[in-house]
Protein backbone atom coordinates (compact mmCIF):
# COMPACT_ATOMS: atom_id res chain seq x y z
CA UNK A 1 0.00 0.00 0.00
CA UNK A 2 2.93 2.66 0.75
CA UNK A 3 5.00 1.78 -2.68
CA UNK A 4 1.20 2.50 -4.18
CA UNK A 5 0.70 5.58 -2.86
CA UNK A 6 4.16 6.98 -3.08
CA UNK A 7 4.01 5.37 -6.98
CA UNK A 8 0.50 7.63 -6.85
CA UNK A 9 1.92 10.79 -5.85
CA UNK A 10 4.47 11.04 -8.46
CA UNK A 11 1.96 9.81 -11.48
CA UNK A 12 -0.21 12.72 -9.98
CA UNK A 13 2.90 15.40 -9.84
CA UNK A 14 3.70 14.45 -13.83
CA UNK A 15 0.14 14.56 -15.15
CA UNK A 16 -1.12 17.46 -13.46
CA UNK A 17 2.29 19.21 -14.02
CA UNK A 18 2.75 20.46 -10.14
CA UNK A 19 5.77 22.54 -10.77
CA UNK A 20 7.57 22.76 -7.29
CA UNK A 21 5.32 20.02 -5.88
CA UNK A 22 7.48 16.89 -4.63
CA UNK A 23 5.75 13.60 -3.55
CA UNK A 24 6.71 13.96 0.27
CA UNK A 25 4.66 17.33 0.07
CA UNK A 26 1.44 15.56 -0.55
CA UNK A 27 0.26 13.96 2.64
CA UNK A 28 -1.67 11.09 2.10
CA UNK A 29 -5.26 12.35 3.21
CA UNK A 30 -5.20 15.96 2.47
CA UNK A 31 -8.05 16.60 0.27
CA UNK A 32 -6.54 16.98 -3.16
CA UNK A 33 -9.64 19.56 -4.08
CA UNK A 34 -10.23 22.70 -2.74
CA UNK A 35 -8.08 23.62 0.20
CA UNK A 36 -5.49 20.62 -0.20
CA UNK A 37 -3.20 20.10 -3.60
CA UNK A 38 -5.90 23.64 -4.90
CA UNK A 39 -6.89 20.82 -7.77
CA UNK A 40 -9.91 22.20 -10.12
CA UNK A 41 -12.85 19.87 -12.09
CA UNK A 42 -10.41 19.77 -15.06
CA UNK A 43 -7.87 17.84 -13.10
CA UNK A 44 -10.91 15.40 -11.70
CA UNK A 45 -10.65 14.06 -15.53
CA UNK A 46 -7.01 14.43 -15.52
CA UNK A 47 -7.05 12.18 -12.82
CA UNK A 48 -9.92 9.47 -14.25
CA UNK A 49 -7.75 9.72 -17.18
CA UNK A 50 -4.29 8.80 -15.17
CA UNK A 51 -6.63 5.67 -13.70
CA UNK A 52 -7.55 4.33 -17.22
CA UNK A 53 -4.31 4.66 -18.72
CA UNK A 54 -1.64 3.71 -15.68
CA UNK A 55 -4.14 0.93 -13.68
CA UNK A 56 -6.68 0.08 -16.47
CA UNK A 57 -9.85 1.06 -14.07
CA UNK A 58 -12.58 3.01 -15.97
CA UNK A 59 -15.23 5.05 -13.24
CA UNK A 60 -18.47 4.99 -14.93
CA UNK A 61 -20.83 6.89 -12.05
CA UNK A 62 -19.40 10.20 -11.39
CA UNK A 63 -20.91 10.06 -7.82
CA UNK A 64 -18.30 7.10 -6.85
CA UNK A 65 -15.55 9.17 -8.73
CA UNK A 66 -15.73 11.78 -5.98
CA UNK A 67 -15.16 9.72 -3.00
CA UNK A 68 -12.03 7.90 -5.02
CA UNK A 69 -10.37 11.59 -5.59
CA UNK A 70 -10.80 12.74 -2.06
CA UNK A 71 -7.19 11.98 -1.29
CA UNK A 72 -4.23 9.75 -2.17
CA UNK A 73 -5.50 7.54 0.20
CA UNK A 74 -9.06 7.35 -1.02
CA UNK A 75 -7.25 6.30 -4.69
CA UNK A 76 -4.93 3.97 -3.65
CA UNK A 77 -7.34 2.05 -1.69
CA UNK A 78 -9.84 1.74 -4.66
CA UNK A 79 -6.68 0.76 -6.92
CA UNK A 80 -5.99 -2.24 -4.49
CA UNK A 81 -9.45 -3.07 -4.55
CA UNK A 82 -9.82 -3.68 -7.84
CA UNK A 83 -6.92 -5.26 -7.91
CA UNK A 84 -7.25 -9.04 -8.39
CA UNK A 85 -6.08 -10.96 -5.07
CA UNK B 1 -14.70 53.59 -42.69
CA UNK B 2 -15.66 56.85 -41.23
CA UNK B 3 -14.89 55.93 -37.39
CA UNK B 4 -11.06 56.57 -35.96
CA UNK B 5 -9.07 54.18 -34.36
CA UNK B 6 -5.97 54.42 -32.32
CA UNK B 7 -3.68 52.08 -31.12
CA UNK B 8 -3.33 53.38 -27.16
CA UNK B 9 -1.64 50.30 -25.88
CA UNK B 10 0.62 47.44 -27.18
CA UNK B 11 2.43 44.31 -26.26
CA UNK B 12 4.42 42.09 -28.11
CA UNK B 13 6.49 38.23 -27.52
CA UNK B 14 8.34 38.00 -30.58
CA UNK B 15 11.75 36.26 -31.70
CA UNK B 16 13.19 39.86 -30.71
CA UNK B 17 13.43 41.40 -27.58
CA UNK B 18 10.13 43.19 -27.94
CA UNK B 19 8.53 42.69 -24.18
CA UNK B 20 10.47 45.08 -22.60
CA UNK B 21 13.06 47.66 -22.25
CA UNK B 22 14.26 50.26 -24.59
CA UNK B 23 13.58 49.20 -28.23
CA UNK B 24 16.01 51.70 -29.78
CA UNK B 25 18.78 49.88 -27.39
CA UNK B 26 17.85 45.89 -28.47
CA UNK B 27 19.85 43.89 -30.43
CA UNK B 28 19.02 42.05 -32.99
CA UNK B 29 18.55 38.43 -32.33
CA UNK B 30 20.15 36.08 -34.68
CA UNK B 31 18.75 32.43 -35.04
CA UNK B 32 20.98 30.14 -37.44
CA UNK B 33 18.64 27.93 -38.59
CA UNK B 34 15.58 28.49 -40.54
CA UNK B 35 12.75 27.86 -37.42
CA UNK B 36 12.78 31.44 -35.53
CA UNK B 37 11.38 30.98 -31.85
CA UNK B 38 10.00 33.47 -29.49
CA UNK B 39 12.21 35.30 -26.42
CA UNK B 40 9.58 33.96 -23.87
CA UNK B 41 9.57 36.51 -20.97
CA UNK B 42 9.01 34.98 -17.25
CA UNK B 43 5.13 34.47 -16.93
CA UNK B 44 5.20 34.02 -13.33
CA UNK B 45 4.23 37.84 -12.88
CA UNK B 46 1.47 37.59 -15.17
CA UNK B 47 -0.28 34.31 -14.49
CA UNK B 48 -0.92 32.06 -11.40
CA UNK B 49 1.24 29.23 -10.54
CA UNK B 50 -1.91 26.98 -10.68
CA UNK B 51 -2.75 28.42 -14.10
CA UNK B 52 0.37 28.23 -15.70
CA UNK B 53 1.10 24.44 -15.04
CA UNK B 54 -1.27 23.28 -17.68
CA UNK B 55 -1.39 25.99 -19.75
CA UNK B 56 0.96 25.37 -23.09
CA UNK B 57 3.80 28.09 -25.07
CA UNK B 58 1.55 29.71 -26.87
CA UNK B 59 -1.40 30.34 -24.18
CA UNK B 60 1.00 31.20 -22.48
CA UNK B 61 2.49 33.65 -24.80
CA UNK B 62 -1.02 34.97 -25.86
CA UNK B 63 -2.25 35.78 -22.91
CA UNK B 64 0.96 37.52 -21.25
CA UNK B 65 1.16 40.05 -24.24
CA UNK B 66 -2.61 40.71 -23.84
CA UNK B 67 -2.12 41.35 -20.37
CA UNK B 68 0.66 43.51 -20.91
CA UNK B 69 -1.20 45.54 -23.23
CA UNK B 70 -3.99 46.11 -20.96
CA UNK B 71 -1.47 47.24 -18.57
CA UNK B 72 -0.06 49.49 -21.03
CA UNK B 73 -2.89 51.01 -21.95
CA UNK B 74 -4.45 51.70 -18.70
CA UNK B 75 -7.65 49.78 -19.92
CA UNK B 76 -8.25 46.56 -17.25
CA UNK B 77 -11.81 45.35 -18.97
CA UNK B 78 -11.70 46.22 -22.84
CA UNK B 79 -15.41 46.08 -24.31
CA UNK B 80 -14.49 43.33 -26.71
CA UNK B 81 -11.67 40.83 -27.02
CA UNK B 82 -10.88 39.99 -30.66
CA UNK B 83 -8.07 37.90 -31.81
CA UNK B 84 -6.71 35.90 -34.92
CA UNK B 85 -4.60 32.96 -35.60
CA UNK B 86 -3.46 30.97 -38.22
CA UNK B 87 -3.18 27.43 -36.26
CA UNK B 88 -4.42 27.85 -32.44
CA UNK B 89 -2.21 25.94 -29.78
CA UNK B 90 -0.17 23.63 -32.34
CA UNK B 91 1.63 21.95 -29.45
CA UNK B 92 -2.07 20.86 -28.01
CA UNK B 93 -3.16 19.75 -30.96
CA UNK B 94 -0.14 17.72 -32.03
CA UNK B 95 -0.02 15.94 -28.34
CA UNK B 96 -4.33 15.25 -28.26
CA UNK B 97 -4.21 13.84 -32.26
CA UNK B 98 -0.98 11.56 -31.10
CA UNK B 99 -2.98 10.53 -27.89
CA UNK B 100 -5.87 9.62 -29.91
CA UNK B 101 -3.28 6.98 -32.05
CA UNK B 102 -1.52 5.73 -28.71
CA UNK B 103 -4.39 5.09 -26.76
CA UNK B 104 -6.78 3.92 -29.71
CA UNK B 105 -9.63 6.75 -28.83
CA UNK B 106 -9.98 5.63 -25.67
CA UNK B 107 -9.11 7.02 -22.16
CA UNK B 108 -8.18 10.86 -23.67
CA UNK B 109 -7.28 13.71 -21.57
CA UNK B 110 -9.29 16.75 -21.42
CA UNK B 111 -6.66 19.40 -21.34
CA UNK B 112 -5.04 19.14 -24.89
CA UNK B 113 -8.30 19.15 -26.76
CA UNK B 114 -9.65 22.39 -25.03
CA UNK B 115 -6.38 24.19 -25.62
CA UNK B 116 -6.53 23.14 -29.00
CA UNK B 117 -9.64 24.84 -29.65
CA UNK B 118 -8.61 28.07 -31.24
CA UNK B 119 -10.91 30.64 -28.95
CA UNK B 120 -9.07 28.91 -25.65
CA UNK B 121 -6.46 32.29 -25.44
CA UNK B 122 -9.30 34.52 -25.86
CA UNK B 123 -11.26 32.56 -23.30
CA UNK B 124 -8.45 32.70 -20.90
CA UNK B 125 -8.18 36.29 -21.06
CA UNK B 126 -12.05 36.97 -20.27
CA UNK B 127 -12.10 34.43 -17.30
CA UNK B 128 -8.36 36.49 -16.22
CA UNK B 129 -9.94 39.82 -16.60
CA UNK B 130 -13.76 38.86 -15.57
CA UNK B 131 -14.71 40.10 -19.05
CA UNK B 132 -18.00 38.97 -20.59
CA UNK B 133 -18.46 41.56 -23.44
CA UNK B 134 -17.98 40.26 -26.99
CA UNK B 135 -15.49 38.02 -27.82
CA UNK B 136 -14.20 36.28 -31.09
CA UNK B 137 -11.43 34.63 -33.25
CA UNK B 138 -10.90 34.75 -36.78
CA UNK B 139 -9.28 31.83 -38.06
CA UNK B 140 -8.39 32.54 -41.81
CA UNK B 141 -5.30 31.71 -42.67
CA UNK B 142 -3.22 34.81 -43.96
CA UNK B 143 -6.20 37.20 -42.94
CA UNK B 144 -6.88 35.99 -39.67
CA UNK B 145 -5.47 39.06 -37.84
CA UNK B 146 -6.62 41.77 -40.34
CA UNK B 147 -10.21 40.24 -40.02
CA UNK B 148 -9.59 39.99 -36.32
CA UNK B 149 -8.37 44.10 -36.81
CA UNK B 150 -11.84 44.96 -39.36
CA UNK B 151 -13.83 43.66 -36.59
CA UNK B 152 -12.46 46.03 -34.33
CA UNK B 153 -12.60 48.79 -36.19
CA UNK B 154 -16.16 48.47 -37.09
CA UNK B 155 -17.06 47.70 -32.93
CA UNK B 156 -15.22 50.87 -32.37
CA UNK B 157 -17.53 52.59 -35.50
CA UNK B 158 -20.47 51.23 -33.76
CA UNK B 159 -19.64 52.70 -30.35
CA UNK B 160 -17.39 50.37 -28.66
CA UNK B 161 -15.45 52.22 -26.14
CA UNK B 162 -12.04 50.13 -26.90
CA UNK B 163 -11.01 47.05 -28.11
CA UNK B 164 -8.44 44.21 -27.47
CA UNK B 165 -7.02 43.07 -30.93
CA UNK B 166 -4.39 40.83 -31.12
CA UNK B 167 -2.97 37.78 -32.60
CA UNK B 168 -0.85 34.60 -31.43
CA UNK B 169 0.90 31.75 -33.68
CA UNK B 170 2.98 29.06 -32.68
CA UNK B 171 5.86 27.12 -34.75
CA UNK B 172 6.66 23.80 -33.86
CA UNK B 173 9.38 21.22 -35.32
CA UNK B 174 6.92 18.83 -36.28
CA UNK B 175 4.36 21.71 -38.15
CA UNK B 176 8.08 23.01 -39.56
CA UNK B 177 8.23 19.24 -41.02
CA UNK B 178 4.90 19.38 -42.74
CA UNK B 179 4.88 22.91 -43.99
CA UNK B 180 8.69 22.22 -45.44
CA UNK B 181 7.15 19.19 -47.07
CA UNK B 182 5.03 21.73 -49.35
CA UNK B 183 7.97 24.10 -49.49
CA UNK B 184 7.35 26.84 -47.60
CA UNK B 185 10.89 26.87 -46.23
CA UNK B 186 14.53 27.10 -47.56
CA UNK B 187 16.24 24.43 -48.54
CA UNK B 188 19.37 25.85 -47.28
CA UNK B 189 19.81 26.52 -43.46
CA UNK B 190 20.56 30.59 -42.79
CA UNK B 191 20.25 32.56 -40.40
CA UNK B 192 17.86 35.19 -39.78
CA UNK B 193 20.37 38.49 -40.14
CA UNK B 194 21.33 37.10 -43.75
CA UNK B 195 18.04 36.08 -45.10
CA UNK B 196 18.14 39.04 -47.85
CA UNK B 197 21.17 37.18 -49.07
CA UNK B 198 19.55 33.86 -50.18
CA UNK B 199 16.98 34.68 -52.74
CA UNK B 200 15.32 31.18 -53.09
CA UNK B 201 12.34 29.09 -52.89
CA UNK B 202 10.88 29.56 -50.04
CA UNK B 203 11.47 31.46 -46.69
CA UNK B 204 11.95 30.95 -42.81
CA UNK B 205 9.71 30.45 -40.17
CA UNK B 206 8.48 32.46 -37.59
CA UNK B 207 5.72 32.74 -34.66
CA UNK B 208 4.40 35.80 -32.05
CA UNK B 209 2.14 36.98 -29.86
CA UNK B 210 1.14 40.70 -30.61
CA UNK B 211 -2.00 42.63 -28.71
CA UNK B 212 -2.88 46.12 -29.25
CA UNK B 213 -5.63 48.10 -26.95
CA UNK B 214 -7.41 50.26 -29.89
CA UNK B 215 -9.82 52.97 -29.05
CA UNK B 216 -11.60 55.43 -31.03
CA UNK B 217 -10.00 58.88 -29.61
CA UNK B 218 -6.57 59.83 -29.48
CA UNK B 219 -4.67 60.63 -26.14
CA UNK B 220 -0.95 61.86 -25.24
CA UNK B 221 -0.31 58.20 -24.45
CA UNK B 222 -1.46 56.71 -28.22
CA UNK B 223 1.17 55.17 -30.35
CA UNK B 224 -0.28 55.60 -33.80
CA UNK B 225 -3.59 55.74 -35.74
CA UNK B 226 -4.56 53.12 -37.63
CA UNK B 227 -5.88 54.94 -41.42
CA UNK B 228 -6.61 52.33 -43.46
CA UNK B 229 -7.02 48.79 -43.90
CA UNK B 230 -7.21 46.58 -47.22
CA UNK B 231 -7.50 42.27 -48.38
CA UNK B 232 -7.01 41.11 -51.51
CA UNK B 233 -7.71 37.45 -52.13
CA UNK B 234 -5.06 36.21 -54.74
CA UNK B 235 -5.30 39.83 -57.08
CA UNK B 236 -3.95 38.94 -60.34
CA UNK B 237 -0.73 41.49 -60.97
CA UNK B 238 -3.24 44.08 -62.93
CA UNK B 239 -5.47 44.13 -59.84
CA UNK B 240 -2.67 44.11 -57.68
CA UNK B 241 -0.70 47.15 -59.23
CA UNK B 242 -4.10 49.07 -59.38
CA UNK B 243 -5.21 48.46 -55.88
CA UNK B 244 -2.17 50.76 -54.01
CA UNK B 245 -2.52 53.88 -55.28
CA UNK B 246 -6.62 53.27 -54.90
CA UNK B 247 -6.18 52.72 -51.66
CA UNK B 248 -3.50 55.77 -51.27
CA UNK B 249 -6.13 57.78 -52.86
CA UNK B 250 -9.15 56.31 -50.64
CA UNK B 251 -7.39 57.92 -47.88
CA UNK B 252 -6.26 61.09 -49.83
CA UNK B 253 -2.73 60.27 -49.83
CA UNK B 254 -0.38 60.34 -53.01
CA UNK B 255 3.23 57.68 -53.12
CA UNK B 256 4.70 60.64 -52.75
CA UNK B 257 3.53 61.05 -48.75
CA UNK B 258 4.44 57.55 -48.03
CA UNK B 259 7.74 57.96 -45.23
CA UNK B 260 8.67 53.92 -45.41
CA UNK B 261 6.65 51.16 -46.68
CA UNK B 262 7.33 48.21 -44.12
CA UNK B 263 7.03 45.15 -46.74
CA UNK B 264 6.42 41.50 -45.67
CA UNK B 265 9.75 40.78 -48.19
CA UNK B 266 11.09 37.19 -47.40
CA UNK B 267 13.57 36.80 -49.95
CA UNK B 268 11.03 33.83 -51.27
CA UNK B 269 11.59 33.74 -55.35
CA UNK B 270 8.35 32.32 -55.62
CA UNK B 271 6.22 35.04 -54.54
CA UNK B 272 8.88 38.63 -55.26
CA UNK B 273 7.18 39.50 -58.09
CA UNK B 274 4.54 40.60 -55.72
CA UNK B 275 7.04 43.57 -54.26
CA UNK B 276 7.56 45.38 -57.51
CA UNK B 277 4.28 47.14 -56.93
CA UNK B 278 6.60 48.90 -54.14
CA UNK B 279 8.92 50.11 -56.55
CA UNK B 280 10.15 53.79 -56.11
CA UNK B 281 8.88 53.91 -52.32
CA UNK B 282 10.98 53.94 -49.37
CA UNK B 283 10.83 50.42 -48.13
CA UNK B 284 12.59 48.06 -45.90
CA UNK B 285 11.84 44.41 -44.72
CA UNK B 286 10.57 43.16 -41.62
CA UNK B 287 10.63 39.47 -42.03
CA UNK B 288 13.98 39.22 -40.37
CA UNK B 289 12.95 40.02 -37.08
CA UNK B 290 10.03 37.65 -36.95
CA UNK B 291 10.49 35.12 -39.40
CA UNK B 292 7.18 34.19 -41.69
CA UNK B 293 3.56 32.82 -40.57
CA UNK B 294 0.14 33.79 -40.92
CA UNK B 295 -0.53 36.45 -38.46
CA UNK B 296 2.91 38.52 -38.97
CA UNK B 297 1.08 41.51 -39.78
CA UNK B 298 0.50 42.04 -36.02
CA UNK B 299 4.17 42.30 -35.66
CA UNK B 300 4.53 44.43 -38.46
CA UNK B 301 1.64 46.86 -37.58
CA UNK B 302 3.56 46.87 -33.62
CA UNK B 303 6.77 47.72 -35.33
CA UNK B 304 5.13 50.62 -37.61
CA UNK B 305 3.82 51.97 -34.90
CA UNK B 306 6.77 51.53 -32.47
CA UNK B 307 8.55 53.51 -35.15
CA UNK B 308 5.86 56.61 -35.47
CA UNK B 309 6.12 56.45 -31.72
CA UNK B 310 9.68 57.35 -31.06
CA UNK B 311 9.65 59.14 -34.43
CA UNK B 312 13.12 56.90 -35.64
CA UNK B 313 13.88 53.36 -36.80
CA UNK B 314 15.63 50.88 -34.44
CA UNK B 315 18.55 50.87 -36.71
CA UNK B 316 20.50 47.85 -35.11
CA UNK B 317 17.86 46.18 -36.25
CA UNK B 318 17.97 47.60 -40.27
CA UNK B 319 21.53 46.72 -41.31
CA UNK B 320 20.42 47.71 -44.76
CA UNK B 321 19.41 51.25 -43.33
CA UNK B 322 21.05 53.72 -45.11
CA UNK B 323 19.84 57.14 -43.53
CA UNK B 324 16.69 57.27 -40.94
CA UNK B 325 14.06 58.79 -42.91
CA UNK B 326 13.29 62.83 -42.78
CA UNK B 327 10.36 62.36 -41.48
CA UNK B 328 8.08 59.75 -40.02
CA UNK B 329 4.14 60.60 -40.93
CA UNK B 330 2.62 58.16 -42.49
CA UNK B 331 4.11 53.90 -42.64
CA UNK B 332 2.15 51.54 -45.46
CA UNK B 333 2.44 48.02 -44.70
CA UNK B 334 2.57 45.58 -47.62
CA UNK B 335 2.31 41.69 -46.43
CA UNK B 336 0.78 39.00 -48.70
CA UNK B 337 1.27 35.12 -47.35
CA UNK B 338 2.42 32.99 -49.83
CA UNK B 339 1.45 34.58 -52.70
CA UNK B 340 -2.58 34.36 -51.65
CA UNK B 341 -3.58 36.62 -48.99
CA UNK B 342 -2.62 40.28 -49.39
CA UNK B 343 -2.62 43.34 -47.28
CA UNK B 344 -2.10 47.08 -47.17
CA UNK B 345 -2.45 48.50 -43.65
CA UNK B 346 -2.15 52.35 -43.24
CA UNK B 347 -0.40 54.35 -39.82
CA UNK B 348 0.18 57.78 -38.71
CA UNK B 349 1.70 59.49 -36.52
CA UNK B 350 -0.22 61.08 -34.01
Not at chain 1, 57 to 75: N, W, Y
Request: charged residues 20%.
Amino acid sequence: MEDLKQKLKVQIIEALNLQDTRPEDIDDNAPLFGEGLGLDSIDSLELMVLLERQYQIKVEDPREGRKILQSVQSMAEFIQSKQPA
Amino acid sequence: MKGKCYIQGMAAITPQHTFDGDLMAQPMVVTHGNMLSCAEPDYKSFIAPNSLRRMTRVLKMGLTASLKCLQDSGIAVPGAIVTGTGKGSLQDTERFIKEIRDYQEKALNPTPFIQSTYNAVNGLIALQQKCTQYNNTFVHRGFSFEHALLDSMLLLHEGTADVLTGAFDEITPEHFFIKGRIGHWKKETISNDKLYEHPSPGTISGEGAVFFALTPAVTAQSYAQIGGLQMLYKPSPEKLHAALPEFLQQHGLQAADIDLVLTGENADTNHAHYYEILKGYPQLPFKHLSGDYETVGAFAMWLAAQILKHQQLPSQWFPMLQQQPAKLRNILIYNHFFGEQHTFMLLHAV
